[in-house]
């Protein structure tokens, strides 16, 4: 009995031996941080398949010092799931949903996927289409990946947007949006079209916030995001979201606008 159950434990080692020799073949020395200190994370001497689970702090922290947007603007990580999940997207020691559910740590593979699927045919893999269609935007700006596209850069030079801005734009700008345009005039001020809540945006909030009237860069809570420091749709709004364009912080009493403003 205990031959057989060591087999599957040799075959993982084999497999990870062949791994490893194909990746140094291709001059990648190896998978995702196979080059890293392997006790940044893990608590073994010597790690292998069976206490690699065993790490120093969640994946959510030891990833984030290098992926600083893979946990805010991005799927929930980091618990426990009140339903059952297939095998093939496995949880952490202490049952949660986490980075490695979804992604091979030390894998080779395309975004490192532990699946060939991708777009809505990956995300149907846990959540029924319905789950999606219920949203305002049926999905449509989440469904990509598992977390918001950070690489868009601004074609405009006088006006710093950042890539998450230019993303939302790409949906609500004036000829596309709809009943949800939003506007942007000249200087970078945002016109909401049914709210006709102007705002200036590609700000530098930092900047301007020592000029008074604004609380200082240091005291704003946690869920005001500032993308390279500058003021911008997911200043106001979740950019991941069951309910696709929530605010941040309801506006009662205009709370969102006093979180920043000080007057
Ligand atoms: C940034 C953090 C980090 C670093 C650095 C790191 N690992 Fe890992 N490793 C992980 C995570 C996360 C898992 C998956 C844990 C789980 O399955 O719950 C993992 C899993 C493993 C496993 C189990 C098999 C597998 O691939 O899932 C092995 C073996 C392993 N790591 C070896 C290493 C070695 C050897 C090093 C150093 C060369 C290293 N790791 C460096 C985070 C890291
Ligand atoms: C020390 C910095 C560092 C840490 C810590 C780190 N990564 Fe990475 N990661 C990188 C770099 C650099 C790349 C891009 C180079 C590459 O593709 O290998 C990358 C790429 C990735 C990719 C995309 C690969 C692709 O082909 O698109 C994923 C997914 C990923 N990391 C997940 C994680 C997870 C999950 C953790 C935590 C267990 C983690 N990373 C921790 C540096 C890091
Ligand atoms: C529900 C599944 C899921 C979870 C959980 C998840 N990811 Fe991802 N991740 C994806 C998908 C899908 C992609 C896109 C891969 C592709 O198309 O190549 C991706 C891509 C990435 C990339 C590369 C592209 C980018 O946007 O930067 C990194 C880095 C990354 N994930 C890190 C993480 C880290 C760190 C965690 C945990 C905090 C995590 N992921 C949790 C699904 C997930
Ligand atoms: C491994 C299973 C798994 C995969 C794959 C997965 N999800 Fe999820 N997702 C969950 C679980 C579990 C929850 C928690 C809520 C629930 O149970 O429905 C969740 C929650 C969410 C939420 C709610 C976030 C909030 O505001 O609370 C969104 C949005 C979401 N997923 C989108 C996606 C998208 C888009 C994809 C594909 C890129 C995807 N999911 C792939 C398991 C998964
Ligand atoms: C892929 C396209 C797409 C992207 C990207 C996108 N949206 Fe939307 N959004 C839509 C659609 C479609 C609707 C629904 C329009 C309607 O009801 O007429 C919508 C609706 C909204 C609403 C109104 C929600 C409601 O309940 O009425 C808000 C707020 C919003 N989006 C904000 C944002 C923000 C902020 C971003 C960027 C983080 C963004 N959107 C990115 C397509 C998109
Ligand atoms: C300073 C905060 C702030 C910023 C920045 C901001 N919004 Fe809004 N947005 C709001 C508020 C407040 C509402 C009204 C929400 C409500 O009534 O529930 C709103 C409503 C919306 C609506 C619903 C339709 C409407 O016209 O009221 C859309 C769509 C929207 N915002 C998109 C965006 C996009 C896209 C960006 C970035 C280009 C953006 N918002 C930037 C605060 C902001
Ligand atoms: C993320 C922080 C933040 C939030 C939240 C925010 N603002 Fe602002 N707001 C700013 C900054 C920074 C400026 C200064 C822009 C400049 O000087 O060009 C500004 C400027 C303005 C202005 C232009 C007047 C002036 O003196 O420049 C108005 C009006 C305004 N905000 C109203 C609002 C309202 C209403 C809300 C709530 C719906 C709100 N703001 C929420 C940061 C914020």
């Known amino acids: 009995m205990s031959n057989f159950k060591s087999i599957p434990v040799i075959l993982l080692l084999v497999a990870l031996a062949i791994g490893l020799r194909l990746d140094s073949a291709a001059g990648r020395n190896g998978g995702h941080l196979l080059n890293s200190r392997c006790q940044s994370c893990h608590l073994a001497d010597t790690v292998d398949a069976k206490n690699g689970a065993v790490l120093?702090?969640?994946?959510?922290?030891?990833?984030?010092?290098?992926?600083?947007?893979?946990?805010?603007?991005?799927?929930?990580?980091?618990?426990?799931?009140?339903?059952?999940?297939?095998?093939?997207?496995?949880?952490?020691?202490?049952?949660?949903?986490?980075?490695?559910?979804?992604?091979?740590?030390?894998?080779?593979?395309?975004?490192?996927?532990?699946?060939?699927?991708?777009?809505?045919?990956?995300?149907?893999?846990?959540?029924?289409?319905?789950?999606f269609e219920e949203m305002a935007d049926r999905g449509a700006s989440v469904l990509a990946s598992g977390h918001l596209d950070a690489r868009q850069q601004s074609a405009n030079n006088d006006l710093p947007l950042d890539a998450f801005t230019l993303q939302c734009l790409g949906c609500h700008s004036d000829q596309e949006g709809g009943d949800r345009r939003v506007g942007l005039r000249k200087g970078g001020v945002l016109q909401h079209n049914s709210s006709s809540m102007n705002h200036p945006i590609g700000v530098n909030y930092a900047q301007t916030s020592r000029q008074g009237g604004y609380r200082p860069l240091e005291l704003l809570p946690a869920e005001i995001l500032l993308p390279n420091g500058l003021v911008g749709c997911i200043s106001c709004h979740e950019g991941y979201s069951i309910r696709h364009g929530k605010l941040v912080r309801a506006n009662a009493g205009s709370a969102l606008c006093l979180t920043c403003h000080d007057l």
């Open 56 to 131: 120093i702090a969640s994946q959510e922290k030891l990833c984030v010092e290098c992926h600083a947007n893979a946990v805010r603007l991005s799927h929930p990580s980091g618990f426990l799931p009140n339903r059952i999940l297939k095998d093939q997207f496995p949880r952490d020691w202490k049952g949660s949903l986490t980075c490695s559910s979804c992604h091979f740590i030390h894998g080779t593979g395309p975004g490192l996927m532990r699946s060939s699927k991708r777009g809505a045919d990956f995300c149907h893999e846990c959540h029924e289409p319905r789950f």
